[in-house]
């Protein structure tokens, strides 16, 4: 079947991150359908709303947009009119809906989700702690971590380690290697949550030979071997099992869907430790 394409412009006045991530989330419940993105970030002013339909003049399709701005809103939805053009506020009914909730009125300030409060600098203290803690790195500090993933290589720990770290969680992961043991460390932490992550070992396979294409390496190797791979797979599982470590298999799953089932158990966690 061929693949729908469509031009989809994209438009904000701060980095694009909300208006990118619902965009997506939509897009994705389409089979066979591709958007041809246009990203339109930090437009705040009407000469940069000029070029943006100009570009939607040139390239029909649909807009979405995040702008806070009431002149700017209305020359957009105006101008999008006049080229017959969908054009959809992404957060008119939330902020309208909360707006009424609370009772109060919304401040209408660009970017004011990137503000540098407490909230953002957390964001950025977590992410030094989890590079500073990546594939093993200062173990002996991993009790200041919310978070410890372990598990074989390539099966995710990194990105998503890196995504729950934007999200404000200090993250560090633990490489499970054939014939070194895990550090001593891990086997006295009581604050942080360990969960073990696995993944089927066809699949791994498949990803180290991807990895090894990629950096020019010898696919010839045990670690590539399938059955070498099965072998390491099912070590992990035997450490996971011994130590109670909560268990997620990555198999299929995307690094959002890893990182939200971890966030579920560090609630637990939390929960149990309260």
């Known amino acids: 079947m061929s693949i729908k394409s469509f031009h989809l412009h994209l438009v904000s006045d701060a980095t694009g991150e909300t208006v990118i991530t619902v965009a997506r989330g939509a897009v994705a419940q389409f089979n066979d359908v591709e958007a041809i993105e246009h990203l339109w970030s930090l437009v705040r002013s009407k000469d940069q709303l000029k070029r943006v339909l100009a570009s939607v003049a040139a390239n029909p399709g649909v807009v979405m947009f995040t702008l806070v701005d009431q002149e700017l809103r209305q020359a957009l939805q105006e101008g999008c009119r006049e080229l017959d053009i969908p054009c959809i506020p992404l957060l008119d009914m939330v902020i309208a809906t909360l707006s009424q909730y609370l009772g109060v009125e919304s401040q209408n300030l660009p970017g004011s ?7 953002y600098l957390g964001r950025i203290d977590a992410m030094n702690f989890t590079v500073l803690h990546d594939d093993g790195q200062a173990s002996g500090s991993l009790a200041d971590a919310d978070i410890v993933l372990v598990g074989v290589s390539r099966s995710s720990k990194t990105p998503t380690c890196f995504y729950l770290a934007n999200r404000g969680f200090k993250t560090a992961n633990v490489p499970v290697v054939p014939g070194c043991p895990l550090p001593p460390e891990l086997e006295d932490l009581k604050r942080p949550l360990i969960v073990g992550l696995t993944c089927g070992a066809n699949q791994l396979v498949d990803i180290r030979r991807s990895r090894l294409r990629m950096i020019g390496q010898d696919e010839e190797t045990e670690y590539v071997d399938p059955a070498a791979v099965s072998e390491e797979v ?4 035997r450490i996971f099992s011994k130590t109670g470590w909560p268990v997620i298999d990555v198999t299929n ?3 959002e869907e890893t990182a939200a089932a971890v966030l579920q158990l560090h609630a637990k966690h939390i929960d149990s430790d309260v």
């Open 113 to 119: 989700q990137h503000v540098m409060d407490e909230h």
């Open 234 to 237: 099912k070590h992990a599982r």
């Open 253 to 255: 799953r995307s690094i």
